[in-house]
């Protein structure tokens, strides 16, 4: 990242002549201990700034596109952000000085100017040409400096979203790119970045990013054409009604209006803001960029944090102290904007406003437990039957597979109810004023849609598992109530068994019992329960490999101990 070149003069006196001002050797470098302290390393430092002029920009790399100008400065690189931003170079006109060239720059200089300084086809136009001196912004103070990246296809459409600090933007999009999002004002505020590939002749396939500011200027000036995902991501499920306003206000001409009036909208609801709704199933959602909006009913936890004095706009979702989903908005139902927004914790119940939400999603989930047919079943019987091709889809993450089939039987005709198998362990959720944060395994879990040929599924690829066939649905719910559920019920009777037996550890049992005979029985029963429950969880284990088998997958079983 840093390295430093000195001056070294391998041919004396003849090779660094320089020709009508005699043979003299220029004087070596003045070499200093400590740069901070010593007045000779100040004194041969040369002034920051930027490039004089536009010749000497384009000289130096055509970096004014970028909004970038070459900074020169001796030593670690003050004012920059990332460490060890910044690469040795030598000037001409200082040969005894040593001098720091910015490794962003330095990339210019040996590539040209790269396509990152504008945008093709569907991306943002080139940002307006200005020179600068090279320094980081000083970005909106927060909790953490983190942003939100969604990456495009070559047709402009979202493939994933990710949440990431800032310390990462070099390494997600190399160190120029990062420098021009950073020094980029409009990045205080919105902490969003699309970034889309673009095929370079020296380099290879690169990533360009822009922001939400080059979205409402493509919008307002029609200087570039968008996809409808990365239109629904940056204005919300109501991106259309919002060109439409803005077109009457006189913000947009008329003619870009009727260019971008025919917004396919994309809206998922996904209700219940438990542990396993915002620990697997809300970070599927999100990383796919579609708008969502997540209804919690006004428990009393939440209703603590809804009616705190300091006003809660927005949150953050954590998981293991990583944020998963950055800035969603909260709102009443009761309340709603008139424009929703890209992602939205909405607080209501079995209200007419929540109805009407629901009526207008493409999809829906909801991971409620017990209370799903009660919550789920008021909120849908209303909507009118339709053909199954048009009616919206409910994904039911839930652990009960009965209560989700007796839903069906309650929407049929109305919604399309689709059971899925729901993987992660979740063992807490703390709500305060910063936002959620929920502990979890560190794997990202798994939900498997046990109904074969779904297309357009609202959950990360990462994550969601499709199947193809109705017997490849049923194994993968085999194996998962086998190894998951039947391993965690054996590892809870052993459990429950060894805090029972006073002789395991040699110390007096921690659940003593004054009833001898009543503990000798259930310590009994206790054993010969996991036993059973090993041979069963033995066989359903032994079954699925003989399955591997019969499929042709390269397994090769070893006999059990």
């Not at 052993?494 to 037996?501: A, H, V």
Request: proline letters at 7%; charged letters at 25%; hydrophobic letters at 40%.
């Amino acid at each position: 990242f840093r390295f430093r070149v000195r001056l070294r003069l391998r041919h004396r006196r003849e090779a660094c002549a320089v020709p009508g001002r005699g043979d003299a050797e220029p004087p070596a470098p003045r070499r200093a201990s400590s740069r901070k302290g010593n007045p000779a390393a100040r004194e041969i430092q040369p002034q920051r700034r930027g490039p004089r002029s536009s010749a000497e920009a384009l000289r130096l790399g055509q970096t004014r596109g970028l909004g970038l100008g070459l900074g020169f400065d001796q030593g670690q690189g003050r004012g920059s952000e990332f460490p060890g931003a910044g690469v040795k170079t030598l000037s001409a006109r200082a040969r005894s000085a040593e001098m720091v060239l910015t490794k962003a720059a330095a990339m210019q200089l040996l590539l040209g100017l790269l396509p990152a300084a504008g945008f093709t086809r569907i991306s943002p136009a080139q940002h307006a040409a200005r020179s600068a001196p090279f320094r980081l912004p000083q970005l909106r103070q927060s909790k953490r400096d983190i942003f939100e990246v969604c990456h495009l296809d070559e047709e402009g459409n979202i493939t994933n979203c990710e949440v990431v600090e800032k310390g990462r933007l070099p390494l997600q999009f190399g160190y120029d790119n990062a420098m021009r999002l950073l020094n980029d004002p409009s990045m205080r505020e919105e902490e969003i970045v699309f970034s889309m590939p673009y095929e370079d002749a020296r380099t290879g396939t690169n990533e360009t990013a822009f922001t939400l500011s080059n979205i409402h200027r493509c919008i307002e000036e029609d200087i570039c054409e968008l996809s409808d995902e990365v239109l629904l991501r940056a204005l919300g499920p109501d991106a259309e009604e919002q060109i439409a306003a803005r077109e009457e206000a006189g913000n947009i001409e008329e003619a870009v209006a009727a260019d971008t009036a025919t917004v396919e909208t994309k809206l998922h609801v996904h209700f219940g803001a438990g542990r396993l709704g915002m620990g697997l199933v809300v970070p599927a959602i999100a990383a796919t960029g579609v708008p969502f909006a997540v209804v919690q009913r006004p428990k009393k936890r939440w209703q603590e944090l809804w009616m705190s004095p300091h006003e809660l706009d927005e949150l953050d979702l954590c998981i293991n102290d990583g944020v998963v989903a950055h800035r969603v908005r909260v709102v009443n139902s009761n309340d709603m904007p008139d424009f929703l927004p890209p992602q939205t914790l909405v607080f209501g119940g079995a209200d007419e406003e929540t109805k009407q939400l629901a009526g207008r999603a493409t999809t829906l989930s909801c991971s409620l437990g017990a209370a799903m047919a009660k919550v789920m079943a008021p909120l849908l019987k209303d909507l009118p039957k339709v053909p199954i091709q048009e009616q919206p889809v409910l994904y039911c993450c839930e652990n009960d597979h009965a209560a989700v089939a007796r839903l069906s039987r309650t929407l049929a005709g109305r919604v399309r109810v689709v059971d899925c198998m729901v993987d992660r362990v979740c063992t807490g959720r703390r709500i305060t004023k910063q936002g959620v944060h929920v502990d979890a395994e560190p794997w990202k879990g798994a939900i498997v849609v046990l109904e074969p040929g779904l297309e357009n599924v609202p959950f990360s690829d990462e994550i969601a598992v499709v199947p193809r066939t109705d017997r490849e649905a049923q194994y993968l719910s085999e194996r998962k109530f086998s190894l998951v559920n039947g391993m965690h019920t054996v590892l809870a009777f052993m459990t429950l068994g060894r805090n029972f037996d006073p002789h395991a550890l040699g110390q007096p049992s921690p659940n003593p019992n004054p009833n001898p005979s009543l503990h000798r029985n259930l310590n009994h029963s206790l054993r010969t329960s996991t036993g059973l429950l090993r041979v069963g969880v033995r066989g359903r284990v032994s079954g699925l490999l003989r399955g591997l088998l019969r499929l042709g997958m390269p397994f090769h079983p070893r006999p059990w101990p």
